[in-house]
């Protein structure tokens, strides 16, 4: 609602009393019921609540609250009676203007009612009376540099977009960054990690190298010691193969010495039988 300082009432003594706010003593605006039955302007009444006063009804007086307050419209024969309360336009001193449509007399054709050049968004300080208005507007250079105006707002706006769209990668790129130093320290972490159990690793194969080295010595040792014995064994072997050899040859002898042993007794068995037939000539003799 335009302020109603911008109009005065026509015929201000002549206006109903009942139509007028005991508030502000003006006919009323935006009206609004209370609980104990009166009509004030709403701002009026939400002005007094918020001061902590008492309702201003004379036989009610009670402290106001929203509680105070009723939700019901005022009858729309009252909106329309105030609708029409005729007022004079104090800017450009049109008269009997209806109260209703004052608002949009300021709005569209108050001759005197100052506007802004539509140039103010690009630079033109320019805020005049709407009847010179037009004026204005044809020889404003603000307005004449508009076309231009309008294309570098369009090159701004689009930088605008750029940049925004610039910040966004930024911020993700720099997230991304993040992430990867992040995976970066880990796989640091990790590798450190590898470096120390190698290096373990290393300390230990040389260890088992020196292990394996010892006991290539002592097998070398064993080796030689092992082929002494082989040879030993083949020497060994060699004086058994000879053996039988010489045990075949004590067997023949053996056996030739049976034959010698068994013809030998076959004569002394012949010369017993030689000499056991003299003795028995003596023995028949001697009888
Ligand atoms: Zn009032
Ligand atoms: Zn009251
Ligand atoms: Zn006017
Ligand atoms: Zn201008």
Redesign the pocket.
């Known amino acids: 609602m335009i302020s109603s300082s911008f109009y005065e009432y026509v015929d201000r003594e002549n206006i109903d009393p009942d139509l007028i706010?005991r508030?502000?003593r003006?006919p009323?605006?935006d009206p609004i019921l209370v609980q104990c039955g009166d009509t004030?302007?709403r701002l009026?009444i939400e002005k007094y609540m918020g001061s902590g006063s008492n309702c201003p009804s004379q036989l009610c007086n009670q402290l106001l609250s929203t509680d105070h307050l009723t939700p019901n419209p005022p009858p729309r024969l009252v909106i329309s009676i105030l609708d029409k309360l005729q007022v004079r336009c104090q800017l450009c001193k049109k008269t009997n203007i209806n109260r209703g449509t004052f608002d949009e007399h300021i709005k569209t054709s108050c001759s005197e009612y100052r506007i802004d050049c539509p140039g103010k968004n690009i630079g033109c300080q320019w805020f005049g009376p709407r009847n010179v208005y037009d004026e204005h507007t044809q020889t404003c250079l603000f307005e004449k540099l508009r076309p231009m105006v309008d294309i570098l707002y369009k090159v701004i706006e689009n930088q605008r977009l750029d940049i925004e769209k610039l910040q966004k990668q930024t911020e993700q790129q720099t997230t991304e960054i993040g992430q990867q130093k992040t995976e970066i320290e880990l796989q640091k972490t990790k590798l450190e990690q590898q470096t120390t159990e190698l290096g373990q690793l290393n300390t230990q194969v040389a260890q088992q190298k020196a292990q394996l080295e010892q006991q290539k010595t002592e097998l070398g040792q064993q080796k030689i010691e092992i082929e002494l014995k082989k040879s030993k064994f083949e020497q060994l072997e060699a004086q058994l193969q000879q053996q039988p050899i010489r045990i075949g040859g004590i067997q023949s002898q053996n056996q030739n010495q049976n034959h010698e042993i068994l013809s030998i007794r076959q004569q002394i068995t012949t010369l017993e039988e030689e000499m056991n037939k003299p003795r028995s000539a003596i023995h028949w003799l001697s009888k």
């Open positions: 706010c508030i502000c003006s009323l605006i004030y302007c009026c």
